[in-house]
């Protein structure tokens, strides 16, 4: 049973960094995509990035476009979100999410308990 823990989160101020990181337990992810969302409160949650298995990359909403970035490290088995220029709108919920191979905007089976980011001053 693949197993998921994301860590990183914190608080942070507006223009900061942070790196999230998405650990897999259980299974390896070499035949998996990982998938980034976030929920705001109130909000629908929405996909962030994703990665797929043999490591292409999407990222989601234009907000984040050159501000974040995902990457992989399958030696170690983990996912990360490199998170430059935070702004307040990026408060949320973190979570990191896996579905075989390929990104898609559903379908995954797999989900971590989610690591909170607060973008504040």
């Known amino acids: 049973q693949l197993q998921l823990v994301e860590s990183g989160g914190g608080l942070v101020q507006p223009g900061g960094s942070l790196r999230l990181s998405c650990a897999a337990s259980?299974?390896?992810?070499?035949?998996?995509?990982i998938g980034w969302f976030r929920q705001a409160p109130g909000k629908e949650r929405e996909g962030v990035s994703c990665?797929?298995?043999?490591?292409?990359?999407?990222n989601y909403p234009d907000s984040v476009k050159g501000r974040f970035t995902i990457s992989r490290d399958n030696a170690k088995n983990t996912v990360y979100l490199q998170m430059n220029d935070l702004k307040p709108e990026d408060t949320a919920v973190y979570y990191c999410?896996?579905?075989?191979?390929?990104?898609?905007?559903?379908?995954?089976?797999?989900w971590g308990q989610g690591t909170q980011v607060t973008v504040s001053s």
């Open positions: 999410a896996a579905r075989r191979y390929y990104c898609t905007a559903s379908g995954y089976d797999y």
């Open positions: 259980g299974v390896t992810l070499d035949y998996y995509a």
């Open positions: 990665i797929s298995y043999r490591g292409g990359s999407t």
